[in-house]
């Protein structure tokens, strides 16, 4: 069973189409969650990190917030240029040991 | 602006055989990651390294991997006795403190 779940799978909006995507996790414990961009064949970008519920952070046209079971970045307003995969992971407390583990991703396009 | 970079950024090689992935972090960062993505799926987290020791480990990092940070600025992953199964993209990741991960564009490895 998955302990993060990102949805939708794919995304495919038009420009100035402002949407959200979700992360769901089912970790105790959460040290930290993680917001990525990954563009085809590239390694992932970092965006935001988030640590308590209740927590924001904002970038340009994204805005990433956090409950006790879900994360949700915001596009505002979106870009051709901001079509990419967007993963999430969480870093909490597993066996003893604090590892990284990252959604399936959400593939967004934004047509012009 | 600073980078990660990772050599060579695509790798074949024949089942059985031995593999190093180099890495260059990031050059005032602590903190050292690998990481894999077999196609189509999401990240995995493999080790972090800190303090030129294993800091985390999943338990796909077995007794086939290792890791070595031979001098000052590498950071190997070392892959014994390759297996078709091993064929993914390997990311290195560097980070000053253990929260915002700096990925290299990744190794693809392709084992026949």
């Known amino acids: 069973e998955d302990q993060v779940t990102q949805s939708p799978e794919a995304l495919r909006l038009q420009e100035g189409e402002s949407s959200s995507l979700n992360c769901s996790y089912t970790?105790?414990?959460?040290?930290?969650l993680f917001w990525y961009r990954q563009d085809p064949g590239k390694g992932p970008e970092f965006l935001f990190t988030?640590?308590?519920a209740g927590e924001e952070k904002e970038k340009e046209r994204l805005k990433a917030t956090l409950t006790k079971k879900e994360s949700f970045l915001h596009i505002t307003a979106p870009k051709p240029e901001d079509s990419a995969t967007y993963l999430c992971?969480?870093?909490?407390?597993?066996?003893?040991?604090?590892?990284?583990?990252f959604g399936r991703g959400t593939s967004l396009i934004v047509h012009p | 602006e600073p980078e990660v970079t990772q050599t060579p950024s695509h790798q074949v090689t024949q089942m059985g055989q031995e593999v190093i992935l180099h890495c260059v972090p990031i050059?005032?960062?602590?903190?050292f990651y690998w990481y894999r993505q077999i196609l189509g799926q999401k990240v995995e987290f493999l080790v972090s390294?800190?303090?030129?020791?294993?800091?985390?480990k999943s338990e796909i990092f077995d007794d086939q991997f290792s890791v070595e940070r031979p001098d000052g600025s590498n950071f190997t992953l070392k892959i014994r006795s390759t297996k078709l199964e091993d064929s993914a993209m390997y990311f290195c990741?560097?980070?000053?403190?253990?929260?915002?991960?700096?990925f290299g564009p990744g190794t693809r490895l392709t084992v026949t």
């Open positions: 990741a560097s980070s000053e403190i253990q929260r915002q991960q700096y």
């Open positions: 970790v105790s414990g959460l040290r930290g």
């Open positions: 988030l640590y308590s």
């Open positions: 992971a969480v870093q909490a407390l597993s066996g003893g040991s604090y590892i990284p583990t």
């Open positions: 050059s005032n960062h602590l903190y």
């Open positions: 390294f800190y303090n030129n020791e294993i800091s985390e």
